[in-house]
C-alpha cells in the first residue's frame, strides 16, 4: 500500500448535489433556493448578524472592557526577579538581554513582589515607592 493509493471505503463519501442542472438532476429550476425571495435572488444574501431589521444583539448589548495597545510594549519586573543581577547594574537593556523582559517592551517598571536581598544599582527604570524602599534596604540604589 502507497499513501497516493489511499481511497476512502466505498460508499464514505456521497457526490455533492449538481444544483440547476435541469428536471433530470432533481435540483432543477430553482435550484433548491425556492420560488421568492432574497436567498432566491443571486447576490442576494444579507450580512453576518443582520436580524431582519431589528437591533442585533451585538448593538443590544453593552461595550465592556478595554485592551489597551500600549500594554505590548510596557512591562512590569517583580522585585524578586532583580536577584540575578548580583552587585550589577539594572536597566532596560540588561532586563533584555536576561530576558526577563520581550525585546519589543519599550519600558519596564520595578514592582514590590517577592524579596530582594542582592544589591543592585537600577538605572533609567521607574520603581513603585515599595520597591525602592527594598532596594535601598538590600543595599542597592535607585537612579531615575
Do not use: C, W
Request: glycine share 14%; proline share 5%.
Amino acid at each position: 500500500m502507497r499513501l497516493n493509493s489511499l481511497k476512502p471505503a466505498k460508499g464514505a463519501r456521497r457526490a455533492g448535489k449538481r444544483a440547476g442542472r435541469g428536471i433530470a438532476a432533481g435540483q432543477g429550476k430553482t435550484a433548491g433556493r425556492g420560488m421568492k425571495g432574497q436567498r432566491s435572488r443571486s447576490g442576494g444574501y444579507h450580512k453576518v448578524g443582520f436580524e431582519g431589521g431589528q437591533m442585533p444583539l451585538q448593538r443590544r448589548l453593552p461595550k465592556i472592557g478595554f485592551h489597551s495597545m500600549r500594554a505590548k510594549f510596557r512591562v512590569e519586573v517583580r522585585l524578586h526577579e532583580l536577584a540575578r543581577f548580583d552587585g550589577e547594574t539594572v536597566d532596560l537593556a540588561a532586563l533584555k538581554k536576561a530576558r526577563l523582559v520581550p525585546k519589543r517592551a519599550e519600558k519596564a517598571k520595578i514592582i514590590l513582589s517577592g524579596k530582594l536581598e542582592v544589591p543592585v544599582k537600577v538605572t533609567g527604570l521607574p520603581v513603585t515607592p515599595g520597591a525602592r524602599k527594598a532596594i535601598e534596604a538590600a543595599g542597592g540604589s535607585v537612579d531615575t
